[in-house]
């Protein structure tokens, strides 16, 4: 962190003497840019401070009357032998020694003059002829051109050290420790995080470094997590294939069809876990194709009902469905949907003991559909339900697999729904039993 922290500061350092050097630049050009011009103009590019006293004199009494006391009060004035002009270039006040020019008179502007013009309100009101400039002179005058702007660029470079300094305090430090926490991210240390300080946006910066932070490492977890539960998934009918078969090769079984058939039957559940992992990864990466065409859903259902009917009657189960008032037709893939049907019916049977019961429920719910699969089992209990539609996660591992299921079924079916647009949730009845509801956008 430290490191981050020097290197930001050595880039503001160099930005900031950078700056330094630029305003030095461009009060020394100014300043040569002055001198050269009185040096070669009897004109200047721009007034002395004193002008507007003048200018100020004259707009508040309409005329140059009375203006002697005010001039001769003028401290910059004092060492310069001047000469005040009217519009009309007539003398209103000469205070230079050497010329004859009397008050009243015209003044002709020779070319050693430093003429200055006076304006009020857009219009000429005279000109302020310096008549003599000596080299000490020219450089005083310049200099008191000069000396405001060169105070208000030094002013401008400790503002900008000051600002420098907050910089580092409200925002090096912060960025610091996001560029730090970045690279341990990037290290492999997920559990990095970092503490909200600064300003709005840096505090609004770290908050969503800490959820990025936070979701890789969730998503490291789940992956790691998947393989290790692939892993655990495959091992079992390899095992039981692997055993099957060596024990034919030695002779401890017979080459019969009832071992060739116990391996088959390990064959299928393998491949119904990688059809199911298939099948996820395309919907959770959206890559499965949909065909939506208007479907009646309750008719789905229905059928879904009869395909299941058999398997409930075998386990003492009652299986119905009630449907409310209103046409269920939306626009929906049918077969994606009678799938996501079918596994929380299936899902139902194989968690629901014998003699229980099972039903299903379609209504319309403001804009919505709403779709229940109800059952009066045992339910799951509430610290679990946030994982019942995660890949793998099972209330009894080796129930779901010697009844044949992957564990994927529910996620499956998240999947599915959430791809058409709808939303899937589970909670537990309070008589009992666990009630999945979807709700699909009419």
Same mark, same amino acid.
């Given at each position: 962190?430290?490191?981050?922290?020097?290197?930001?500061?050595?880039?503001?350092?160099?930005?900031?003497?950078?700056?330094?050097? *630029?305003?030095?630049?461009?009060?020394?050009?100014?300043?040569?840019?002055?001198?050269?011009?009185? *040096?070669? =103009?009897?004109?200047?590019?721009?007034?002395?401070?004193?002008?507007?006293?003048?200018?100020?004199?004259?707009?508040?009494?309409?005329?140059?009357?009375?203006?002697?006391?005010?001039?001769?009060?003028?401290?910059?004035?004092?060492?310069?032998?001047?000469?005040?002009?009217?519009?009309?270039?007539?003398?209103?006040?000469?205070?230079?020694?050497?010329?004859?020019?009397?008050? #009243?008179?015209?003044?002709?502007?020779?070319?050693?003059?430093?003429?200055?013009?006076?304006? %009020?309100?857009?219009?000429?009101?005279?000109?302020?002829?310096?008549?003599?400039?000596?080299?000490?002179?020219?450089?005083?005058?310049?200099?008191?051109?000069?000396?405001?702007?060169?105070?208000?660029? +030094?002013?401008?470079?400790? *503002?900008?050290?000051?600002? %420098?300094?907050?910089?580092?305090?409200?925002?090096?430090?912060?960025? %610091?420790?996001? &560029?730090?926490?970045?690279?341990?991210?990037?290290?492999?240390?997920?559990?990095?995080?970092?503490?909200?300080?600064?300003?709005?946006?840096?505090?609004?910066? =770290?908050?969503?470094?800490?959820?990025?932070?936070?979701?890789?490492?969730?998503?490291?977890?789940?992956?790691?997590?998947?393989?290790?539960?692939?892993?655990?998934?495959?091992?079992?009918?390899?095992?039981?294939?692997?055993?099957?078969?060596?024990?034919?090769?030695?002779?401890?079984?017979?080459?019969?069809?009832?071992?060739?058939?116990?391996?088959?039957?390990?064959?299928?559940?393998?491949?119904?876990?990688?059809?199911?992992?298939?099948?996820?990864?395309?919907?959770?990466?959206?890559?499965?194709? *949909?065909?939506?065409?208007?479907?009646?859903?309750?008719?789905?259902?229905?059928?879904? &009902?009869?395909?299941?009917?058999?398997?409930?009657?075998?386990?003492?189960?009652?299986?119905?469905?009630?449907? #409310?008032?209103?046409?269920?037709?939306?626009?929906?893939? %049918?077969?994606?949907?009678?799938?996501?049907? #079918?596994?929380?019916?299936?899902?139902?049977?194989?968690?629901?003991?014998? #003699?229980?019961?099972?039903?299903?429920?379609?209504?319309?719910?403001?804009?919505?559909?709403?779709?229940?699969?109800?059952?009066?089992?045992?339910?799951?209990?509430?610290?679990?339900?946030?994982?019942?539609?995660?890949? +793998?996660?099972?209330?009894?591992?080796?129930?779901?697999?010697?009844?044949?299921?992957?564990?994927?079924?529910?996620?499956?079916?998240?999947q599915l729904v959430e791809a058409q647009g709808g939303t899937i949730e589970a909670r537990n009845l309070p008589e009992g039993g666990l009630q999945i509801k979807i709700l699909l956008k009419g």
């Amino acid at each position: 962190m430290y490191s981050s922290v020097r290197e930001i500061r050595n880039r503001l350092l160099s930005l900031l003497v950078r700056a330094f050097v *630029f305003v030095l630049f461009i009060s020394l050009f100014f300043f040569l840019f002055i001198m050269i011009y009185f *040096f070669a =103009s009897q004109n200047s590019p721009v007034s002395p401070p004193f002008t507007s006293t003048l200018q100020g004199y004259y707009m508040g009494r309409g005329s140059w009357d009375g203006i002697a006391p005010v001039f001769d009060s003028i401290d910059e004035l004092n060492s310069l032998s001047a000469v005040l002009l009217d519009q009309d270039q007539h003398v209103v006040l000469d205070r230079d020694p050497g010329s004859v020019s009397k008050v #009243g008179s015209i003044y002709k502007i020779r070319p050693k003059d430093l003429a200055l013009t006076l304006e %009020a309100n857009g219009e000429r009101i005279g000109w302020l002829v310096i008549t003599s400039l000596s080299l000490t002179t020219r450089i005083n005058f310049a200099r008191a051109i000069i000396l405001p702007v060169g105070g208000i660029s +030094f002013l401008l470079a400790f *503002f900008l050290i000051v600002v %420098a300094a907050l910089l580092v305090r409200r925002f090096v430090n912060p960025l %610091a420790d996001v &560029i730090y926490a970045a690279r341990e991210v990037t290290n492999g240390k997920l559990t990095t995080r970092i503490s909200s300080e600064g300003p709005q946006d840096m505090r609004s910066l =770290s908050e969503s470094f800490n959820e990025m932070a936070s979701s890789l490492e969730r998503n490291d977890r789940e992956r790691r997590d998947m393989l290790a539960d692939i892993a655990h998934e495959l091992r079992t009918p390899l095992s039981v294939i692997r055993g099957r078969l060596e024990g034919i090769v030695d002779g401890i079984y017979t080459a019969d069809g009832g071992q060739v058939s116990l391996a088959l039957e390990q064959t299928y559940l393998l491949e119904r876990l990688v059809d199911d992992l298939r099948l996820l990864t395309l919907a959770e990466t959206r890559q499965l194709h *949909f065909e939506k065409r208007p479907v009646d859903l309750a008719q789905l259902i229905d059928h879904s &009902i009869e395909m299941f009917s058999a398997e409930a009657r075998e386990k003492n189960i009652s299986l119905s469905f009630e449907q #409310g008032n209103g046409d269920f037709t939306m626009e929906l893939d %049918a077969q994606r949907t009678e799938q996501v049907i #079918g596994n929380l019916i299936g899902n139902a049977l194989r968690y629901t003991p014998e #003699g229980s019961k099972i039903w299903l429920t379609l209504e319309w719910a403001s804009d919505s559909v709403c779709l229940s699969v109800n059952d009066n089992g045992a339910g799951v209990p509430n610290e679990d339900l946030p994982f019942l539609f995660d890949r +793998f996660w099972r209330k009894e591992k080796s129930r779901t697999r010697s009844s044949g299921g992957t564990g994927l079924g529910l996620a499956i079916t998240k999947q599915l729904v959430e791809a058409q647009g709808g939303t899937i949730e589970a909670r537990n009845l309070p008589e009992g039993g666990l009630q999945i509801k979807i709700l699909l956008k009419g």
